[in-house]
């Protein structure tokens, strides 16, 4: 059956393109968060370990929040490694070591990628005329500025 919520189907088809990135960008970043989670060493292990699981599990959260709202606005969630290798703007894991600093290092790099790309995909939202989208990047966008900011602490 047809989605009929209003959005012109070139406006949702280009929004769920944009959500389909940040659903791969965020899967890759999942990705190498549990890589850290499961490889860290250091007098610092525990602590770091548990900080890398509250990380994985806030983005397993969005990760399927992301690909709700692609199917809400009508269209289909990209849902494989492959798929999302050919549109993420990230990369694996770069790190050799596995302390602390230079896994977050890395992933605090990604998070503040995304938040850029994120601003560019409030805009575009916003030109497509889909203020759910928007507001949902909005919330998105919080969270990983918040997250960074936590990044960027443990890195003092």
Do not use: C
């Not at 990209?78 to 894991?93: A, D, F, P, V």
């Not at 302390?99 to 992933?107: F, L, S, T, W």
Request: no cysteine.
């Amino acid at each position: 059956m047809k989605t009929n919520i209003g959005l012109k189907e070139k406006d949702s088809a280009a929004v769920a393109e944009l959500l389909n990135k940040l659903l791969a960008d965020e899967n890759v970043l999942y990705t190498k968060i549990r890589n850290a989670h499961w490889n860290i060493e250091g007098p610092d292990f525990h602590a770091q370990h548990i900080f890398f699981e509250e990380l994985y599990g806030d983005l397993a959260e969005l990760i399927d929040e992301i690909a709700e709202r692609v199917r809400s606005i009508g269209h289909y969630a990209i849902g494989t490694m492959k798929g999302w290798l050919e549109i993420t703007q990230l990369t694996e894991m770069k790190y050799g070591k596995n302390d602390a600093a230079g896994y977050i290092k890395e992933i605090l790099n990604d998070y503040e990628s995304l938040i850029i790309s994120l601003r560019e995909d409030i805009k575009k939202a916003e030109k497509h005329e889909d203020a759910g989208t928007e507001d949902f990047l909005v919330g998105i966008l919080e969270k990983h500025e918040k997250t960074a900011w936590m990044l960027r602490s443990h890195l003092k």
